[in-house]
């Protein structure tokens, strides 16, 4: 489905129709770039399902950003094709008559399909008695969208808090709001099992992320059961508590945010970057906001693979505690290893290095030392100087979101793992 919201710029008056599709979320933010004065222009809007009628919303107007409703569009007004939840390849972004939003949602499928991702048929299945026909609603479910993550998340949050601070009364009325409670096995209704839960469908569909994890847990506990158990009992005492604190306060900053990151999260779930050939005209909604997220997942990631390279000694044979180099002990990997350096010893490990193969430390750099701006004369580009006064460097707008939806995944895929070990 599209709408067309004719908008004029407040800052040079040049009038845009935006041509919008809808996205799975109640509330929709669109933030373009002016084709005139290169300013932020858009629109806030929130959608509801009827109930009488699957697949014809309520569209309400929140807010225009930058800009004024008109009820008709002139012969000088730009099209533009946006959607929340889908970034369009170039050559549709000014498309005035073709609908982009099929085949924006085609160009995804397709990549899916091709790598396993998504399976067409038992998508058309599963999805054909409630919209009939391969559409985006179907491709979103297909591929693993999930409308609820962010109101579920909102009740997780709670819960953990209710959790840590022993009110269990409260948490036993808040819990059962979570929206899958019920679809989980009564037996299978703790908060470690919702938590599980909750992050298997945000890395939905890409659970090879968590399951080469597990594999590899698996084979240090079947190779040496006792070390693997020293590991489990080390996590508990040294690192869990930490660890979980550092998961509940980047994950807020993430979902408080989550209007940025879900613009591209479908494509960073079936790893299709769209860099190439695509030119979005996405500004940030507020940049301000997501600037330091992926300094700080880095933060966390890095000290959180501890466990991995615990578990990796394991599984080349030695004592959990002890390194390949062998004047490495846990101490000295804790205090002397720089951020960057603590991937090292996993190098060994196929598995567990692809997993950190996407840790990208200048972006870091500029995250967490806030050398990012956004261009001015194109807000679809960030500029930062490397070391804070060197070169002069860009990233796109779409790279950077891109880049924390796959921190936000690998943070996801930690905690799940970490579940796991403490259940074994
Ligand atoms: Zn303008």
Redesign the pocket.
Known sequence: MTQRINLV?N????GITLRSGLGAQERQIIAVQ?P????K?GVIFTIKESEEKLGSPTINLEKCINSELRDKEDDNFTAINVHPELIYPKEMIYEKLLLSEGMASRALSEHAIENGFFDERKARGAMNDIFPGLNITSIFHGLGGDANLLKDWDIIQRCWRLKNNDKEDIYNKEVIKYTNYKSLHKNSRTFNDILFDFFYRFINPNIKLYNKLEDEFEKARKFNTQEFLKVQKCYLEDLHTINWKNYLKIFNEYFKNFDEYNRLLLNTKIELHPADGVESVFCPINFDNVDMFYGNAYENITSHIELLVLINNVIEGRDYDKFLDSSVTINKYRKKFTKESKKGPLKSNNSFNNFTLHLDSKIRNASHHRWFYVDDSNPERLMYKSGGTGALNYITYIDYIYKCNQMALSLASLIMIEIYLMEQ
């Open positions: 710029c800052t040079c008056e040049h002016c005139n004065c290169k300013e222009v």
